[in-house]
C-alpha cells in the first residue's frame, strides 16, 4: 500500500450512515432483481448492449478480430475506467457503484457466451444486418472452445456475481472502518 500512497491522494472519502444504507437498499433490490432473473436479460442491459455495440466499431478500426472482440472490451472497459478514476479520487460511493456495475457486466456477457452455440438470443447490429454474426459463437470458434460456451458462461457468471458480492462486502468494510477511525480520533 506504501507504494499506492506515493502516487495516490489521501484516505477514501468516508460515506455517511445514511447514505451507505441508501446504497445498501439499492444494491441488495438490484442483487435480489437479478437473481431473480436467472440469467436473462436485465434492464441496466439496455444500456449495457449500446456499449458493448459501439465498442465494436471503435475497435473494429484496429481490425477483424479486436472489433470482434470489441464490444465486450468497452462493455468491461468502461465501467472499469470509471472505477479507476473514483479510486484515483478516493470516492467510495462512485468506486464502489463503478465496480459493482464492472461485474454486473460479466452477467450479461455470461448470457450471451452461454448463448454461443444455440444462437437463441436476438442479435442486434450497428452494421449491415446481413452481416450480424454471434460474437461467442465466432470467439469461442476460433478458439476452439465453442462446446465449453455454457461452461465458461458458468465460470464468467459465477465470478461476476463474486465481483458485485465482494465490492458491496467493500463497501461495507471501507465504510464501517473510516466510522470507527472518526469515532477513536474524537
Keep these: 500500500m506504501n507504494f499506492l500512497s ?3 491522494p489521501g484516505d477514501w472519502r468516508p460515506v455517511p450512515r445514511w447514505a451507505l444504507g441508501a446504497w445498501l437498499v439499492f444494491y441488495g433490490a438490484f442483487l435480489l432483481y437479478a ?11 439496455l444500456a449495457n448492449l449500446v456499449v458493448h455495440e459501439g465498442g465494436h466499431m471503435l475497435f473494429g478500426w ?13 462493455q468491461w472497459l468502461v465501467p472499469f475506467l470509471l472505477a479507476a478514476f473514483f479510486f484515483y479520487e478516493r470516492q467510495t460511493s462512485g468506486f464502489a457503484f463503478c465496480m459493482f456495475f464492472f461485474f454486473e457486466n460479466w452477467l450479461y456477457t455470461a448470457t450471451y457466451m452461454a448463448d454461443a452455440r444455440a444462437m437463441d438470443l436476438p442479435l442486434v447490429t450497428v452494421g449491415d444486418p446481413d452481416f450480424v454474426e454471434h460474437d461467442w459463437n465466432a470467439i469461442f470458434t476460433s478458439l476452439g472452445v465453442l462446446q465449453l460456451d455454457t461452461t ?35
Design 62 to 74: 484496429f481490425g477483424p478480430t479486436l472489433g470482434l472482440w470489441g464490444g465486450t472490451l468497452l
Design 152 to 186: 465458461i458462461a458458468g465460470l464468467v457468471r459465477f465470478l461476476g456475481w463474486c465481483g458485485m458480492l465482494g465490492t458491496v462486502g467493500w463497501l461495507c468494510w471501507r465504510s464501517l472502518r473510516a466510522a470507527k477511525v472518526q469515532v477513536t480520533e474524537v
Design 6 to 8: 506515493e502516487w495516490v
Design 35 to 45: 437473481f431473480s432473473k436467472h440469467g436473462e436479460f436485465l434492464f441496466i442491459d
